[in-house]
């Protein structure tokens, strides 16, 4: 089988940043972007906790499914496999650094939420008590130093 695109990045030097993992085309002349959210720096760093993961999935989800600018190209947001970030997928294609200013704005809402997580309830959640909001919130802060910082990695290294 012939090696996916996502498994030909150079994960030896992949630093935290926002990139751009693949655009898809869609009927219609539409595009799909994928966004690697890179958060810590693969095989280097330490993998992130699945519960401060899945609790940035459940903030990070409501928030951008709620931005009035940005809800309407919202497809997905998840975590890696491998623990190491989260995946956007948004109608169109907009660039790295738009992006990047979005994220800036959900990662502050991440690093100051305080009370019950969004859908972290038996009913709404499959498995609602693997969160832990005080980690994820110290996730954000430090995805945040790197969000905001003026060289912020962009684009994959080669």
Known sequence: ???IPSFTINHLVLIPGVYVSRIDSL???QRLTTFDCRMTA???EPALSIPALHAIEHLAATFLRNDSEWKDRIVYWGPMGCCTGNYLIVKGEPTPDEVRRLL??????????????????PRDCGNY???NLPEARIVAKRYLSVLK???CPLVYPD
């Not at 800036?104 to 309830?121: C, K, L, N």
């Open 129 to 131: 008590l693997l969160m």
């Open 27 to 29: 009927p219609g002349d």
């Open 42 to 44: 693969p095989n280097r």
């Open 1 to 3: 089988m012939e090696k």
């Open 149 to 151: 910082a003026e060289d």
């Open 104 to 121: 800036i704005r959900v990662f502050e809402f991440i690093s100051d939420y305080e009370g019950q997580v969004p859908g972290a309830t």
